[in-house]
């Protein structure tokens, strides 16, 4: 982030209600994907809400080439029952760590926040490894109803994952 960012970033106020329902968003997001409740996890999302997986380095060339790329919830809804029907992948468990949201920007009732993170997974056979890391760019809609996902951009560091990505990250 640039300093002069940093310093823009710094004179935005966010009042405490909105920030409590970002973050919280942002937290269940994680508790639901590390405790397998896939379905709520995808109910954080707008109808149109994008999920996007995108490495690093095709961020930083402007490529828009994705691990992972659905344009509404319907297909992360597909994707879904794809997982839970027909796809056989290797049994784990996965934990989310997660910095602080730094908040980027508001427009109207959408705001923009980065948050980094890394993922262990965990063998069923007891063996913990560090999947992935990388930063979440989210923009989210919070309103009297609370707040959802407009979009999600997970910009993992490396394109290299140890496994196939099955579940969300």
């Keep these: 982030m640039s300093v002069e960012l ?4 710094a004179a ?16 269940r997001s994680a508790m639901l994907i590390d405790s397998d409740a896939l379905e709520e996890w995808v109910a954080s999302f707008e109808e149109t809400g994008r ?10 060339l402007g490529y828009a080439i994705a691990l992972i790329k659905c344009e509404k919830r319907a297909i992360l809804e597909d994707r879904l029952t794809v997982l839970r029907a027909a ?9 989310h760590i997660l910095s602080r949201p730094c908040y980027m920007g508001i427009e109207g009732d959408i705001v923009s926040v980065q948050t980094n993170f890394t993922i262990v997974q965990s063998s069923l056979d007891g063996v913990s490894k560090l999947f ?7 923009r ?7 707040a959802t996902f407009v979009e999600r951009v997970a910009v993992i560091d490396t394109f290299s994952v140890p ?7």
């Design 6 to 9: 940093m310093e823009r970033t």
């Design 163 to 169: 496994n196939l990505i099955a579940t969300p990250i």
């Design 132 to 138: 992935c890391a990388g930063v979440y760019e989210d």
């Design 51 to 60: 999920y996007i997986v995108l490495p690093r380095e095709n961020r930083d």
């Design 12 to 27: 935005m106020t966010f009042p405490i209600e909105t920030r409590l329902l970002v973050e919280d968003l942002i937290t």
């Design 140 to 146: 989210i809609r919070v309103s009297g109803d609370g």
């Design 87 to 95: 796809s056989k992948f290797n049994p784990h468990v996965d934990r």
